[in-house]
């Protein structure tokens, strides 16, 4: 009997250390799942939110120019930190409205994509109405400026600062309006690990970028006081290639703004979105098809984003110009 007892009693341990193996099994597959899910949730909201970083970088990068050459990265830091700290204010408030209001996701994001369109509008009007002049004074000024010893340089970069950080908030808010719109319908946890992972990986990624960009010219300086022909060919090179690609910088982060923000406007606009599509569709039974069923809705989108932009444009200026005479008044 005793024996019995005791060989029911370890079948009873055997049977629920297997439930235990089991149960662990499942929650470390559980656990996994949810890993690969904010994975590749966190990519899907970094291929998104990638066209954004373009002009992100550009218009950073910008923001430092005209800062002594030894203080350059004191304010790159400086501008993260700030960026840091608004992350901190935007990921919990995208959580509550996701918690508390998510209906109010989908018309954020058509603002931003508006806004992003607006921007991106304003930048190619600035350009065009602005003479190549008028940028080359405003370089002087700035040369002048850092050369005179009477002028509060202290104050310059608290200026600098405050404008990037600026810059920044808006930008950040775009991005995770965007990344929050991709994970609207995934569960608290995984939102949470999505935001602040985008959060970090973007505020690292665009400062170490713009650390490493306004710091060109300087390697190239470096390179071409070298012995070595190489060298010094390789730092004159450098120098050359500096300015083409801020160019290059401004122009791309230009374009994202209008394919983004267009993209934006066309996914909240069902019928808008359905005629995208079907072009896209059509446009495949064309030669090279997948080509053209990648480009064709990209240029539709970028299209809406410019006629967006200069609607928004438009009406920001009257509203600037009715306000101005009412004040006058």
């Known amino acids: 009997m005793a024996a019995g007892s005791l060989l029911a009693l370890l079948d009873d341990i055997a049977t629920i250390l297997d439930d235990v193996a089991l149960m662990t099994k499942v929650a470390a597959k559980k656990s996994a799942a949810m890993a690969d899910d904010v994975s590749v949730m966190t990519?899907?909201?970094?291929?998104?939110?990638?066209?954004?970083?373009?002009?992100?970088?550009?218009?950073?990068?910008?923001?430092?120019?005209?800062?002594?050459?030894?203080?350059?990265?004191?304010?790159v830091w400086a501008v993260a930190k700030g960026s840091f700290i608004n992350k901190v204010i935007l990921v919990p408030a995208a959580l509550l409205i996701s918690a508390f209001a998510p209906w109010a996701v989908t018309p954020l994001l058509m603002l931003g994509g508006a806004f992003l369109c607006f921007e991106g509008f304003e930048k190619v009007a600035h350009k065009l109405m602005h003479a190549p002049h008028e940028?080359?004074?405003?370089?002087?000024?700035?040369?002048?400026?850092?050369?005179?010893?009477?002028?509060?340089?202290?104050a310059m970069e608290k200026d600098k600062i405050k404008g990037a950080v600026r810059t920044d908030f808006i930008l950040s808010a775009e991005i995770i309006a965007i990344t929050l719109g991709t994970v609207a319908t995934a569960p608290f946890g995984q939102q949470v690990a999505v935001l602040s992972g985008i959060a970090i990986i973007m505020t690292i990624g665009v400062y170490g970028l713009v650390a490493g960009i306004v710091k060109l010219d300087d390697l190239g300086l470096w390179?071409?006081?070298?012995?070595?022909?190489?060298?010094?060919?390789?730092?004159?090179?450098?120098?050359?290639?500096?300015?083409?690609?801020?160019?290059?910088?401004?122009?791309?982060?230009?374009?994202?703004?209008?394919?983004?923000?267009?993209?934006?406007?066309?996914?909240?606009?069902?019928?808008?979105?359905?005629?995208?599509?079907?072009?896209?569709?059509?446009?495949?039974?064309?030669?090279?098809?997948?080509?053209?069923?990648?480009?064709?809705?990209?240029?539709?989108?970028?299209?809406?984003?410019?006629?967006?932009?200069?609607?928004?444009?438009?009406?920001?200026?009257?509203?600037?110009?009715?306000?101005?005479?009412?004040?006058?008044?």
């Open 43 to 75: 990519k899907v909201a970094a291929q998104k939110t990638a066209g954004v970083l373009g002009d992100d970088l550009a218009l950073n990068a910008q923001q430092v120019t005209g800062v002594r050459a030894e203080r350059e990265i004191p304010v």
């Open 135 to 154: 940028d080359e004074a405003e370089h002087e000024s700035r040369a002048r400026a850092n050369a005179n010893p009477a002028v509060d340089l202290v």
């Open 223 to 329: 390179l071409t006081g070298k012995g070595s022909a190489a060298a010094r060919a390789i730092g004159s090179g450098i120098l050359r290639a500096a300015p083409w690609l801020m160019k290059g910088l401004s122009i791309a982060g230009t374009a994202a703004m209008f394919l983004v923000g267009g993209g934006i406007l066309v996914h909240g606009v069902p019928a808008l979105h359905h005629a995208v599509e079907a072009a896209g569709n059509a446009a495949s039974a064309w030669p090279v098809g997948w080509l053209w069923h990648v480009l064709v809705p990209n240029l539709l989108n970028a299209v809406v984003g410019i006629v967006a932009g200069g609607l928004v444009l438009a009406g920001v200026q009257l509203f600037k110009r009715v306000r101005g005479k009412s004040a006058s008044q």
